[in-house]
């Protein structure tokens, strides 16, 4: 398995509700990523953990909750987003914090009416 | 404070021919340069990558040349087919660390 699987692909909401996006990869990797991609923008880094821990929090505001609660899976709580928070959200992981090549995955595009 | 610069938005080439993607950096503490491939709506792909050791990768029809002298690689896709159409991104990284990304090129291959 060589894939960084996301779900919801796609994702509708109001600036009210609680959703989360979901991130999970079965290879083995140790470090796990949250990038946010706006369109014709390169991916920012939002958070990085490594070793189930959050090593980088990238000045994310706090309507933005990560969750790591197992080396194979990552979450991202959303809460109170506001509408200019609609972008493709991209998972990514590494073999090791130290490896050099991240896999990304597929992404979840995520709208906020 | 853009590390990672790639300076032409777009990219037009005939189907068959050479295909030049070129990047920029400033940090000369950068050790570790990759080139990624996005189609709309998916993930970007990892394709190819260069250590600062080297000045030349080859994998298939894709090639990264660095020159450190200047601060500049290229990725070259010879020959170029229409399944080469997306956006591609440079990303370079210093000592294992985070991942720059430059603004990505959007390369169109017309058959």
């Known amino acids: 398995d060589t894939e960084v699987t996301q779900t919801p692909k796609h994702l509708v909401m109001g600036m009210t509700n609680k959703k989360s996006l979901k991130c999970e990869q079965h290879?083995?990797?140790?470090?796990m990523y949250w990038y946010k991609q706006k369109a014709k923008k390169p991916p920012e880094l939002m958070f990085v953990?490594?070793?189930?821990?959050?090593?980088i929090n990238e000045s994310v505001p706090s309507r933005f909750s990560p969750e790591c609660p197992n080396s194979s899976l990552l979450n991202l709580h959303l809460h109170a987003l506001q509408p200019e928070d609609s972008a493709l959200y991209l998972c990514?992981?590494?073999?090791?914090?130290?490896?050099?090549?991240?896999?990304f995955g597929a992404g979840s595009r995520l709208t906020v009416l | 404070d853009q590390q990672v610069k790639q300076n032409s938005p777009s990219l037009s080439v005939q189907e068959g021919r050479i295909s030049i993607l070129n990047c920029d950096y400033t940090n000369s503490m950068f050790d570790y340069f990759l080139w990624y491939k996005k189609y709309p709506a998916e993930g970007p792909t990892f394709l190819i990558s260069?250590?600062?050791?080297?000045d030349k990768n080859e994998d298939g029809r894709f090639t990264v040349f660095l020159n450190k002298s200047a601060k500049h690689l290229s990725l070259h896709i010879v020959p170029s087919q229409p399944g080469d159409s997306a956006v591609y991104f440079c990303a370079a990284s210093a000592l294992r660390g985070k991942l720059i990304f430059g603004q990505g090129t959007e390369l169109s291959v017309k058959p």
């Open positions: 290879m083995g990797h140790r470090a």
């Open positions: 260069i250590s600062s050791i080297k």
């Open positions: 990514a992981s590494k073999r090791t914090p130290g490896a050099n090549v991240l896999t």
């Open positions: 953990y490594s070793y189930e821990k959050l090593s």
